[in-house]
């Protein structure tokens, strides 16, 4: 197995560019306090008329990319690596999927099935209607906001959720996953999962406060790429880099403020000894799959949405023996609140 370059980094930030409360800047020192490597803006495309591509580039170490969430009440969807703005009103979201894929962009269903807050936003949720859509890469299977804020139903939950915020956070829910593993047995479907840190304040009768603040939530949940190459100093290449492990699934999904998931591989050597890593597809031959956890977790292997072997301990093999889409969930046990979701991995496709 060839040795990976892992990057870490935190997708769908709102700046002041829409409806989030700092500037590129100081997101951009906040990520650099928490050993970023790379961060993506998402902000609303109707509170901005411009990508600011001009704010990309590196602060620091940081890598800052500059894309869109393209919707407004309904069917948000996070564009990547666009050329040019791509605004949503009166047009479903058929037509912007299209336009993306058209400037060669990428695109990922936000939130298709949140909640919403039952206390204070009245359980307003920026769901997807239409799922009969075609043509996006895939889907943000794990949004660190919505999941938060749907399990506040009053003002002792805030304040106990806030307490205890990465200790209780859910997992993706079982419709998303369930809507994710039915596409892939079909084509590839890339996942990944994001924050959607606004580091907004909040009123409540005289209480002002900022619940979630940029440097807690950007390292919520974030996505971890791996890579045969260093991360590019030039900006054209690094972007190439980015978005191309997107657009293959070549990364996996982490509660990094739960456990740090650095070091977490999952990966099959078919029995001619190729090796497959996660995102890719190939047609079938027996082999195993192998995974790897940095810290002692409950790994489990799903085969086409199924969970079919549970480990715990830091690696594990299985032998494979049909064609199938296999992918890993990690969990991580956390006094006294239990197993939590950890880790999701992109599958790989053995057809
Ligand atoms: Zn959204
Ligand atoms: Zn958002």
Same mark, same amino acid.
């Given at each position: 197995?060839?040795?990976?370059?892992?990057?870490?980094?935190?997708?769908?930030?709102?700046?002041?560019? #829409?409806?989030?409360?700092? $500037?590129?800047?100081?997101?951009?020192?906040?990520?650099? +306090?928490?050993?970023?490597?790379?961060?993506? @803006?998402?902000?609303?495309?109707?509170?901005?008329?411009?990508?600011?591509?001009?704010?990309?580039?590196?602060?620091?170490?940081?890598?800052?990319?500059?894309?869109?969430?393209?919707?407004? /009440?309904?069917?948000?969807?996070?564009?990547?690596?666009?050329?040019?703005?791509?605004?949503?009103?009166?047009?479903?979201?058929?037509?912007?999927?299209?336009?993306?894929?058209?400037?060669?962009?990428?695109?990922? %269903?936000?939130?298709?099935?949140?909640?919403?807050?039952?206390?204070?936003?009245?359980?307003?949720?920026?769901?997807?209607?239409?799922?009969?859509?075609?043509?996006?890469?895939?889907?943000?299977?794990?949004?660190?906001?919505?999941?938060?804020?749907?399990?506040? /139903?009053?003002?002792?939950?805030? %304040?106990?959720?806030?307490?205890?915020?990465?200790? $209780? %956070?859910?997992?993706?829910?079982?419709?998303?996953?369930?809507?994710?593993?039915?596409?892939?047995?079909?084509?590839?479907?890339?996942?990944?999962?994001?924050?959607?840190?606004?580091?907004?304040? @909040?009123?409540?009768?005289?209480?002002?406060?900022?619940?979630?603040?940029?440097?807690?939530? &950007? +390292?919520?949940?974030?996505?971890?790429?791996?890579?045969?190459?260093?991360?590019?100093?030039? %900006? !054209?290449?690094?972007?190439?880099?980015?978005?191309?492990?997107?657009?293959?699934?070549?990364?996996?999904?982490?509660?990094?403020?739960?456990?740090?998931?650095?070091? @977490?591989?999952?990966?099959?050597?078919?029995?001619?000894?190729?090796?497959?890593?996660?995102?890719?597809?190939?047609?079938?031959?027996?082999?195993? &799959?192998?995974?790897?956890?940095?810290?002692? #977790?409950?790994?489990?292997?799903?085969?086409?949405?199924?969970?079919?072997?549970?480990?715990?301990?830091?690696?594990?093999?299985?032998?494979?023996?049909?064609?199938?889409?296999?992918?890993?969930?990690?969990?991580?046990?956390?006094?006294?609140?239990?197993?939590? !979701?950890?880790?999701?991995? +992109?599958?790989?496709?053995?057809?």
């Amino acid at each position: 197995m060839i040795e990976l370059i892992e990057y870490t980094g935190n997708l769908h930030i709102h700046s002041r560019y #829409s409806d989030g409360a700092g $500037t590129v800047p100081e997101i951009a020192s906040a990520a650099h +306090n928490l050993g970023l490597d790379f961060i993506i @803006f998402n902000d609303h495309d109707h509170m901005t008329h411009d990508l600011h591509l001009g704010e990309e580039g590196y602060y620091g170490d940081v890598l800052v990319l500059m894309d869109v969430e393209i919707g407004k /009440r309904y069917h948000h969807y996070l564009a990547y690596d666009l050329k040019e703005m791509v605004k949503s009103p009166n047009s479903g979201p058929q037509e912007v999927i299209d336009r993306v894929n058209e400037q060669g962009g990428i695109g990922f %269903l936000a939130h298709p099935f949140e909640k919403g807050m039952p206390f204070y936003d009245k359980s307003i949720a920026y769901t997807w209607n239409d799922l009969s859509v075609t043509g996006f890469t895939g889907i943000c299977i794990w949004n660190f906001s919505s999941r938060w804020k749907e399990r506040v /139903r009053s003002p002792f939950h805030a %304040l106990f959720f806030l307490l205890f915020k990465s200790r $209780t %956070l859910k997992g993706p829910s079982k419709k998303t996953l369930s809507f994710w593993d039915d596409l892939c047995r079909k084509k590839k479907v890339v996942a990944m999962g994001g924050s959607d840190a606004h580091g907004a304040g @909040f009123k409540w009768g005289p209480l002002r406060l900022i619940p979630l603040k940029y440097d807690y939530t &950007l +390292n919520s949940v974030n996505v971890h790429i791996l890579s045969e190459k260093r991360l590019p100093k030039d %900006l !054209a290449e690094a972007k190439t880099e980015i978005y191309g492990a997107l657009k293959e699934g070549r990364l996996f999904i982490a509660h990094d403020n739960l456990a740090p998931a650095k070091g @977490f591989r999952f990966h099959y050597v078919s029995d001619d000894g190729s090796s497959l890593i996660m995102g890719s597809e190939k047609p079938f031959q027996p082999g195993t &799959l192998h995974m790897e956890t940095p810290l002692k #977790s409950e790994m489990r292997l799903l085969k086409n949405g199924a969970v079919i072997k549970k480990w715990r301990g830091q690696k594990a093999s299985c032998r494979v023996k049909d064609k199938g889409v296999y992918r890993v969930e990690v969990y991580y046990y956390m006094f006294p609140f239990g197993w939590r !979701a950890w880790i999701f991995s +992109n599958p790989i496709y053995l057809r």
